[in-house]
C-alpha cells in the first residue's frame, strides 16, 4: 500500500523559512518521482517542485525558483521540500505525490501523479 506523509508546515512570517518532508512506503522509490504541489480553496492544484527518480532531473514552478529547493534520499524514502523567503502568496495546503518516473527527465503536472499524501498547511503571514 503506498503512503505518503507530509510534515513541517506551519506559520511562518514573510521572509521566514521552512522545511517540509513527505515520508514513504509501500513502493519502489527508487522507480518513482516525487513531486510537491500546492493548492488554495477554490483554486487548482499547482506544481511546486518535482524529483526525478535518481535525483538528477528537477522541476520548479516559475514563482518559486530561486527560493525552493526540492531533495531526495533514496535510501531514506524520502523527500525534503526547503522553502526560504517565504511570501504570503506561498499560504497553501502542500501535498507530496509520487509516480513511477523518467530516467531523463521530470513532470511536473499533477495528472502524472496517482498516489497523494494528506497534505500540510503552510501559513506565511505577519
Known amino acids: 500500500q503506498v503512503q505518503l506523509v507530509e510534515s513541517g508546515g506551519g506559520m511562518v512570517q514573510p521572509g521566514g523559512s521552512l522545511r517540509l518532508s513527505c515520508a514513504t512506503s509501500?513502493?519502489?522509490?527508487?522507480?518513482?518521482?516525487i513531486g510537491w504541489f500546492r493548492q488554495i480553496p477554490g483554486k487548482e492544484r499547482e506544481g511546486v517542485a518535482c524529483?526525478?527518480?535518481?535525483?538528477?532531473?528537477?522541476a520548479y514552478a516559475d514563482s518559486v525558483k530561486g527560493r525552493f529547493t526540492i531533495s531526495r534520499d533514496n535510501s531514506k524514502k524520502s523527500v525534503w521540500l526547503q522553502m526560504d523567503n517565504l511570501k504570503p502568496d506561498d499560504t497553501a495546503t502542500y501535498y507530496c505525490?509520487?509516480?513511477?518516473?523518467?530516467?531523463?527527465?521530470?513532470?511536473?503536472?499533477?495528472?502524472?501523479?496517482?498516489?497523494w499524501g494528506q497534505g500540510t498547511q503552510v501559513t506565511v503571514s505577519s
Open positions: 505525490a509520487a509516480d513511477l518516473g523518467y530516467t531523463d527527465h521530470v513532470i511536473c503536472s499533477q495528472y502524472e501523479y496517482e498516489n
Open positions: 509501500g513502493f519502489r522509490f527508487g522507480d518513482f518521482a
Open positions: 524529483i526525478s527518480p535518481s535525483g538528477g532531473y528537477t
